[in-house]
């Protein structure tokens, strides 16, 4: 699965019930710059004002099911046990939010090299997957990551700052990403509200 991820593809199955995993080469990719994440003034008063608590690699089994508890999903069984699989070989990981002792959103991918993979999010909450996606940006700038690829570009990503870019820049832009030794599970602390939005507005 890793060597599929370092070629510039990746498994979908066309649904839950579905046993059988595809490999996905998209013409297009969806990526998001690292320097240029938008935070939206309603964005940010929800990040200064939901009580909220963020979290990393705490619940990864509930982000991924979450995730998948959805009228439609491509996540299928046999992809459960390669993400958990993956999760306990270090090259995959979460991000949660938390109301009190409640996941309310979050969103989990896979890593390797300086590359990671986002494969999905959820959100209980209103907001609560752009916020995640917030801190994990963020996290992903502290620890040495070059590249947050998120397979496609849906309108929700691309309001945050996400962009579409052909298959050969991708490719390029990977192949530098995979010479790189970043580490999500580094110990940096997860910033204040003010913090992040500090650093977010000095490079969006």
Not at 27 to 50: E, N, T
Not at 164 to 176: C, D, F, M, N, Q
Request: glycine fraction near 8%.
């Amino acid at each position: 699965m890793l060597a599929g991820y370092a070629r510039g593809i990746f498994p979908m199955a066309r649904s839950r019930d579905d046993p059988r995993l595809e490999w996905v080469d998209p013409r297009r990719r969806g990526v998001f710059p690292l320097d240029g994440f938008h935070i939206s003034r309603s964005l940010a008063r929800r990040i200064r004002k939901a009580p909220w608590k963020i979290t990393v690699d705490k619940a990864f089994p509930d982000v991924v099911l979450a995730c998948a508890d959805r009228e439609e999903t491509w996540i299928n069984a046999p992809l459960l046990r390669l993400y958990e699989a993956l999760h306990r070989a270090g090259h995959a990981h979460s991000l949660e939010v938390w109301e009190g002792d409640d996941l309310v959103g979050g969103v989990f991918g896979i890593t390797l090299g300086g590359a990671f993979f986002g494969e999905s999010m959820f959100s209980r909450r209103t907001d609560a997957s752009k916020v995640a996606l917030a801190y994990l940006v963020d996290r992903l700038r502290q620890t040495g990551f070059a590249l947050f690829d998120t397979q496609f570009l849906t309108p929700h990503l691309a309001s945050l700052g996400a962009v579409e870019i052909p298959r050969a820049e991708y490719l390029r832009r990977l192949g530098i990403a995979l010479q790189l030794a970043a580490d999500y599970s580094l110990a940096v602390s997860v910033p204040s509200s003010e913090l992040l939005l500090q650093r977010m507005t000095q490079t969006s």
